[in-house]
């Protein structure tokens, strides 16, 4: 019974000294006082309970006594995040990074609160900043790639994507976004073998292919553009334009019969869409009596493409219509120009060679 007693008393003071040691090990960890510990512990209580009011009055309880608390600051920034006050949050969290430089995490979170305020610049300030000290950090890389493609500070956001991808070589998204700055920039060489890379890594990027086989038409590569039409029309957002190409690659060959059933294809997966691109493309005038154009044109609801998608979509296109009267050799230099408007002047204005200079 005497043993009994004793081995419970050892387990008592053994159990007490390891809760002073990680109290006091946690204080150590945090820079705070016993008090402020149990400040910071009721606010996560209260926040699990749902209790933000509660927690947030612990934690700037918690502020007012010691301004320079880390973790008060971490939390109430989160919380106010949660409730959907933004510029409150940005300034806690640019609290707590000025106590814990490392906070790498609230750069970024920033970061994404002044984005989506409209700030772009200081957005991209705060990531060009965090990356300079963590070059590593993926989504601060996407996300600084992503609001200079939507300034059309297409070079600097090719930088940040090559930049990126040494740390994250297989990364679809950095790849194929690499691949929209490029286009943009009218280097469809580089553009390819990025978007080559991404369809590689996902074998489902439906985006990808379209955009290849986009580049394929320009360089005249009909076989390798309907190709990747065939692959594109799988998906729900670039079968009408699919179809819309394949057509017109069928006309390119004189198969009238397959390019009639392609644009009829395309007319029911988006009649208005087609249907006016249609009226304006002269190479469908031989089949027009044989287009099926409803009277009432329609277009799906959804679209799931993301606007630095739809604008690389719509550049490719746009420039495959323009090289259409080009000869191959011809269509190697069209990289020589800043943008479509330079390229379309010269191309009408001279019919020869000596327009386009190769890079």
């Not at 109290?23 to 400040?39: C, G």
Request: aromatic letters at 8%; charged letters at 30%.
């Amino acid at each position: 019974m005497i043993v009994e007693q004793l081995i419970l008393v050892i387990i008592v003071i053994v159990v007490v000294v390891l809760a002073f040691l990680l109290i006091r090990r946690e204080l150590k960890k945090k820079n705070a006082t016993f008090w402020e510990l149990m400040k910071l512990q009721r606010a996560r209580l209260y926040t699990f309970m749902g209790e933000k009011k509660k927690a947030k009055q612990q934690l700037l309880d918690v502020i007012e006594k010691r301004p320079g608390s880390y973790s008060a600051h971490k939390m109430l920034a989160d919380i106010y995040k949660d409730e959907g006050g933004m510029r409150k949050a940005i300034d806690e969290y640019v609290q707590a990074i000025e106590i814990n430089k490392q906070d790498y995490d609230s750069y970024f979170t920033v970061a994404e609160l002044l984005n989506s305020l409209d700030k772009q610049d200081e957005a991209a300030e705060m990531l060009t900043s965090l990356l300079h000290k963590k070059p590593e950090i993926y989504k601060a890389s996407v996300l600084l790639g992503d609001i200079l493609v939507q300034k059309e500070m297409y070079k600097e956001a090719a930088n940040v994507y090559q930049d990126a991808l040494r740390y994250n070589p297989l990364s679809f998204d950095l790849n194929y976004n690499l691949g929209i700055a490029y286009t943009m920039l009218n280097d469809f060489q580089s553009a390819k073998a990025c978007y080559e890379k991404a369809a590689q890594i996902n074998a489902l990027a439906y985006n990808a292919k379209y955009c290849l086989a986009e580049i394929a038409l320009i360089y005249k590569d009909l076989d390798e553009a309907e190709r990747l039409f065939e692959q594109a029309v799988e998906s729900p957002e670039l079968s009408a334009d699919g179809y819309y190409e394949l057509s017109k690659i069928s006309l390119m060959r004189g198969d009238k019969p397959t390019a009639i059933r392609y644009i009829n294809l395309a007319i029911d997966c988006n009649s208005k869409k087609i249907v006016e691109k249609v009226k304006r493309e002269p190479i469908f005038i031989p089949i027009m009596a044989k287009i099926s154009i409803p009277f009432n044109l329609s277009e799906p609801e959804e679209n799931n493409l993301k606007l630095r998608e739809v604008k690389a979509k719509e550049h490719l296109e746009k420039t495959s219509e323009l090289t259409m009267s080009l000869s191959r050799d011809d269509i190697r230099g069209v990289t020589r120009y800043k943008n479509l408007e330079d390229f379309e002047k010269a191309s009408d204005g001279e019919k020869n060679e000596k327009t386009i200079i190769t890079k």
